[in-house]
């Protein structure tokens, strides 16, 4: 046994037992959690550390994960690790024998001996990690250690000083800052100017609109788009904009962080918004499915709502040809409702490299009539570039010439040119002739600060600038550096006046010295004291280009959670895909990686990852395996909703648990409930029930999560439907929808409640399944939820005009329609339609339900297909329209025929039809025939309301309230049906 055990946690972490250094194991959690442990010796409770360092997944699935850390760990220790203590519910780090450099630095302080004390500090804390405690204990440690330094400057040592104050973030700029380049006026826009004006007094009068500019490189996007912020901000509008760093929603977030502002209203939206704009509230872990991407989005039109209550607002979104995937989702979703708020939305672009996906967003926008103007720059005439390099610096006519023959219209080019021709150097390779011009007139540090700008390539904050490595003075590196011209100060930020500036200077630079500038601004970005996740992926990219491919792999995987955080699969998946080509042996990055493809529905992938996490995890790593097999089952439960194969996962964490003598209970619990809801909704009740007395045995020995008993309730409720016991169900259901509200997921709460309203349909209790679903409504749009909330009022719509009031279901189908609309989604537009066709079914306007029921069938409505056909023949044929009855009667055959049509009464319904279109014919005869057949398939129906609700609810992965079949309804109309022929043929 070890009777030392050494931690170093300045710098990179390093475990040292008897002075012989310990392998940590390639699990970055497992060594995040002994680090933290180092920091906070002593007991602690199991779930408290599976809650802080698992937080994303449910209680047992998070415990199950910390067992497989800890045994990770106990096993990389060896003789070391009776250290690491561990029982049921206790988690200990030994601290007799146990030093750290953080403790023996503080001592020293506390002793007066500062110098031994600087020399303990090897670099940041924990530098390879960045989680958010990480983040705190690092913040902590500078401000000592920059209290420390201030202490030694005492004795006059200027150097200590100046450190402190890089350490704490402060740079002043100097008031004599040598001055950039000076903006003109625009030359020859005139045309441009005027359209976009025409497009902001539109939206300053309410009619909002998107503007798009389009040019090449250097041709005056930029400019143009200032000058629409400066005519906005005369105007006493709110402005916002700039360009964003590469990650999800990235060119929409400075203009989201500029009208969010310091304080926003206590509402829904600006939770929703707290992993773009994190001071907007807490955040919270996102499911990483459509609903609460909807709800992002939602959020984000709620905020410039929000915004424009004190007067327009004029936003500028640049560079869209370098925009990931979800900032051009939302510019899609928030551009068609820009239309109906005092809001001009611009944005810029360039022409080259082609992007299809922006060439779509455009096209929706003008689709939907949002698009007020595409303004697309051509090269300056000759006589507009000689006036603009002539107002850029004095120039002979025949450099004045020059620049016009090289610039061929770019007005970033004239004046580069302009100035670079004044200062004495030579314009033949252009743009690259100006950049060597202007930097090779800095000198140390000044040049190696515009260097270090133009590979960030954006604007670097006071914080980061402070952080700059190997700059003895950056803000006097700073201030020389905006003499060349090449930058500019802007809202107290440094960057270069324009994009392509730095492109050219960074590509002038050699490769190894290019990388060593990568390497110092993710230095610099890791120090500096901003947004830790939104920065992740920005510092393992400039990792990546400075060739450290290993300490990349924590920042990607952090970005990857942010990602997920705000919904962003594509992101998180492609982020996730490059920790896999770095580290492939990573089990949990496999296993994260195949959750986000199970969500974004790419099932062939996400199956390949799990197979490969599986076959990286260790046979006797229990805790991973159960984690793992859990947290598959969780998400083939939910909006997947594939019982079989999450059948599968449930009885395989339960296979591992059986085989584990301290298995944890809660994850016995949650494998349990998940296996007997999977047993109840493929047909296996008697094996749900027993499962569901286990179940029982376990939890009398104490409570659990809400979350679990969620899990708990719906299992056992879907046993009662599934057996026909409505009325039973009641109570399991409203008590899952209570647990879910209680962990604040109204998502699970919505679709109990809609189960429960349609148990009560099944009983015939209309009245009682209204009050169900009001229940539901508050719980999904004003939450953002629109998706669940047409779903709801399509609820409302079939109950309503099953009581014969239809001006209250028109309502509801109208309010429907409006979220429907916001949301931009045809499937659900197409339910609006269907709604209608209900209602026009229930008034007897046949002419309308076919007419609404075709729509509903071309948007891809989701509903059966086969039984919306039969539904449009039945009209069709009432409104005297039977050779379309006959063509729709034919369609039917061609759908595929799925639980939620009813297959057993479809046989029936078309005899039904078949005999309306004889009579209308008049062919009595064959209509008495058909009609007869119908009334016989009806009767064997006879009282089985309700039956194949399971079933129907699997297909169409919702409650299906509007196609549940009431026979002896249908047995009665069939019959009055068949006596109106019987009367007319008398």
Sequence with gaps: MSTSLAMRLFGAFEVVADGTPVVLPRQRKACELLAWLAVHPGQHSRSRLAARFWPDVLDASARASLRSAIWTLR?????ARAWLLADRDRVELRADGLTTDLRLFDELVAEGKLAEAERVRGGDVLHLFDSDWVFELRAEYDDKFAALLDRLAQ?????YAHRARRLRGRVDLPADTAPTVPEHELVGRGTEIAAVRRCWDAARAGSGTVVAITGDGGIGKTRLADEVLAIAGADGARSAGGAGPSVPFGV?????????????PDAWWPQALSGLIPAAAPSRPAPGHDLDRVRVFEAVVSLLTWACRSGPVAIVLEDLHLADPSSLELLTYAGRRVTKLPVLLVVTRRRLPPRPDVDRVCAALRAGGALGAEVDLAPLPRESVRSLARATATLSAEQAEQVVAVASGSPLLTVELARALAGGADAAEGLRSA???????????????????????????????????????????????LGSGLLRERD??????????????????PDPLRSRRHAAIAEALRGARLNAPRRAAEIARHLRLAGHDEQAVAHLVKAAAAARSVCALVEASTLLTEVTEIDPHDPDTFVELAEVEAWRGLLGESDAAFDRALELIAPLDRGALVSAWLRRGRWLRGGLCIPRECRRSYAAALDVLDRDPDADQDARIEALAGMAWAEAVTGGVAAAEELLVAVDALTQRGPVGDLLAHDVSVARAHIL????????????????????NRAGRPDLAFPSLLNAASAAACLGAFD?????????????????????????????????????????????????AVLAERLNVSELVGLVHHDRATIARTTGDWDRAACELATALDLNAPVGRALARLYRADALARAGR???????????????????DFPDTLVARMSAVQGLIAARRQDPELARRRLTEAVRGWQRRAGSTGQGYVAALIDLGRPPLTALVEPDRELAAVTADLRGIDADVR
């Design 75 to 79: 096993g990389a220790l060896g003789p």
């Design 155 to 159: 004795d006059g040592d200027q150097d």
């Design 252 to 264: 929409w977030l400075e203009a989201l962080r500029t009208l969010a502002g310091d304080s926003l």
């Design 435 to 481: 950049t060597r011009w202007a930097t090779g007139r800095l000198h140390g540090s000044a040049r190696v600060f515009v260097e270090l700008a133009a590979v960030v390539g954006r604007d670097l904050h006071r914080a980061e600038i402070a952080a700059l490595p190997g700059l003895a003075d950056p803000a006097r590196a700073a201030a020389e550096a």
């Design 492 to 509: 107290g930020t440094i960057g270069f006046r324009h994009a392509l500036l730095a492109e050219a200077v960074a590509a002038d630079l």
């Design 721 to 740: 439907l599934r057996t026909g016991r409505f009325a039973d169900s009641y109570a399991p259901l409203i008590a899952a929808a209570a647990a879910a």
């Design 768 to 816: 009682r399944a209204l009050d169900f679903i009001d229940r539901s409504v508050p719980l999904v749009a004003p939450n953002g939820l629109l998706r669940l909330g047409v779903y709801a009022h399509s609820a409302q719509v079939a109950v309503l005009c099953r009581l014969g009031r239809v001006g209250e279901a028109a309502a509801r189908c109208d309010q429907g």
């Design 882 to 900: 039977p050779d379309e009855a006959e063509a729709e009667l034919r369609a039917v055959t061609g759908e595929p025929v799925s639980p939620a």
